[in-house]
């Protein structure tokens, strides 16, 4: 099908939209409430077009191609509307782009300096509203919402949650939650998708800069940070880098410039936290436990299961997350080790995740009366501590992580990609089970952007059957059917909160597309490739870990220290 755009034929598919065929063609339209994998809404309009024959001019996102359709994107009038949107806009927006967050990376800001808006030419009195800070993990702010409806389609088709929606009527219409409550009593997961495809500061994550610059201040305080499997290959965007570039190295040299005493590799309490998930289902599959397993790393899914999916609280692994091990085995091993008080130690997380700052505060994550972790840093936050502190990445030499808990296989970074808890669980699951290596690592029917995932693998005698999930949307359909008896032959389940897994988190990096998603996520896999230790139980510093300390994977010490039960809260109803 052609359709005539600009004086120019370009070639378009009958399912397309005027946007998605202008788009393919790299004609440039503005748009404020576009998502590409949801359905349109046409609520923002700035991607107005004129077509020949029609009265009005019509929202391309949401307009159908037709044969021999003649299109206009510039035309004076077109122009004309969308400037007098931003205007408007504009018009009923904060003053305050020196002190927003989203300053440089706001996309009403982009459109302004775009459309050539210099002047306010609308006055008049403005909405009042009061700003959320009551979740711990995701702060919002609605006057400087421009109800585009992003965050709510995100939250209600993208992760099933539903924790926000549109209320109010005419000038009074705000997006708010079921009662207009704070955040932190509704249904909300903490993932911080919603952040992510905000195009305003309206929504951002809790800062917990202060703390932390607070800690490195004091002369009395050991800090000590730790950085998530996936942030050495994000981190590098918010410095103009391409995705996928691996900036491990010099990211643990600006850690060090930064002031944290010791810099330690998340991915090491990943290859903890395999032996002792693995070792757990390794149990359940051969003893008659409770199955299908449920991976617990993710504090977003954790969180939905506890108030959508009860009863299926038995079927999640009693590991802690990675993050949270790692803080444990620090004020614990590390502590006595080194000789220090662990109330003097301040725990730093770097994670890719808005939901492990919930994580963190979570009762459950105490031992003898202290947090595992004190403080959680996203991505963007470490990226906004690097330039404060004037460092240049491409400056840094290349440092390794502080031992004992800087080492790690390949298996403990490839958590950071859908798909990579589970294989790397299989990897030492087939071993402790048979004794024997997996004779091919690499399970890549797990691997992939696909939401839902399976394979099969035979483990001794049994075929294990396993499914690997990203995004609440997809897992709750896969609970359903689990619920209804329609999976009855699953044995281990891999959840991840945000689609794609932890390479496409709350905290990660603003504006990726699926191309930067899929770069991070082969940065993994290219990693995984190229290096030698590539199991869990391979890892030598996690052996010496059991020697010197928990004795064994699943045994009494390991579970005071690294395994927990949730507990249900009240089930929130769609």
């Known amino acids: 099908m052609m359709i005539e755009v600009n004086g120019q034929k370009i070639e378009c598919k009958p399912e397309d939209t005027v946007l998605t065929a202008l788009q393919r063609a790299g004609i440039f339209v503005p748009t404020l409430c576009y998502l590409p994998d949801l359905f349109a809404n046409g609520a923002c309009r700035m991607c107005v077009v004129e077509v020949e024959g029609q009265r009005n001019l019509i929202p391309s996102c949401a307009f159908p191609v037709a044969e021999n359709m003649k299109v206009s994107t510039h035309s004076p009038r077109v122009l004309r509307a969308r400037k007098t949107i931003i205007e408007l806009l504009c018009s009923n927006h904060p003053d305050d782009c020196l002190y927003c967050g989203r300053n440089g990376s706001c996309e009403l800001q982009r459109l302004t300096e775009l459309l050539g808006v210099r002047e306010r030419r609308y006055t008049g009195e403005r909405s009042r509203h009061r700003p959320d800070v009551s979740n711990p993990s995701i702060a919002r702010d609605p006057a400087k919402c421009i109800l585009c409806g992003r965050c709510v389609r995100v939250c209600e088709t993208t992760q099933s949650v539903s924790a926000i929606d549109f209320i109010g009527r005419g000038s009074r219409t705000k997006i708010g939650t079921a009662f ?130 009860p009863k299926f609280l038995p079927n999640l692994s009693t590991c802690k997350s990675p993050q949270q091990m790692m803080g444990a085995v620090v004020k614990s091993y590390f502590a006595k080790q080194a000789g220090l008080d662990p109330h003097k130690i301040f725990s730093v997380s770097v994670m890719p995740c808005t939901a492990k700052k919930f994580e963190a505060q979570r009762p459950e994550m105490l031992f003898n009366g202290l947090p595992d972790v004190d403080a959680v840093l996203t991505t963007r936050e470490l990226a906004q501590m690097i330039r404060m502190r004037g460092l240049d990445l491409n400056a840094l030499e290349p440092d390794t992580a502080d031992t004992p808990f800087g080492s790690r296989s390949t298996a403990g970074k490839i958590f950071g990609a859908s798909g990579g808890v589970m294989e790397a669980a299989l990897r030492t699951a087939h071993h402790l089970i048979t004794g024997k290596e997996l004779e091919a690592l690499e399970l890549k029917a797990i691997r992939g952007m696909d939401g ?123």
């Open 180 to 309: 207009d409550a704070g955040l932190n009593v509704s249904s909300c997961i903490n993932c911080g998708q919603c952040i992510k495809v905000c195009p305003t500061g309206a929504l951002s994550e809790q800062s917990s800069l202060k703390e932390v610059h607070n800690a490195l201040a004091d002369p009395h305080m050991t800090v000590v940070v730790q950085h998530a499997p996936s942030v050495s290959v994000t981190l590098a965007e918010e410095f103009g880098m391409k995705p996928g570039v691996d900036v491990n190295g010099v990211m643990v040299t600006a850690l060090r410039r930064l002031g944290f005493d010791k810099v330690f590799d998340t991915s090491f309490s990943a290859d903890l936290t395999i032996m002792e998930e693995a070792s757990e289902f390794a149990h359940r599959l051969t003893r008659g436990g409770v199955l299908p397993m449920f991976t617990s790393c993710s504090p977003g899914w954790i969180k939905f299961v506890e108030q959508f999916y």
């Open 452 to 574: 839902l995932k399976e394979a099969s693998l035979r483990v001794g005698d049994v075929s294990v059957n396993v499914a690997v999930v990203s995004g609440l949307g997809n897992a709750r359909k896969l609970m359903e059917e689990i619920a209804s008896g329609a999976r009855p032959n699953l044995h281990f389940v891999e959840v991840m909160t945000c689609p794609g897994g932890c390479v496409n988190g709350g905290g990660q990096p603003y504006n990726a597309s699926p191309e930067a998603v899929r770069a991070r996520m082969q940065a993994l896999y290219r990693i995984d490739r190229e290096e030698k230790v590539r199991t869990s139980h391979g890892n030598k510093s996690v052996q010496r870990l059991y020697e010197e300390f928990l004795e064994k994977p699943c045994g009494k010490k390991s579970h005071q220290l690294l395994h927990t039960r949730y507990h249900a809260r009240e089930e929130v109803a769609l």
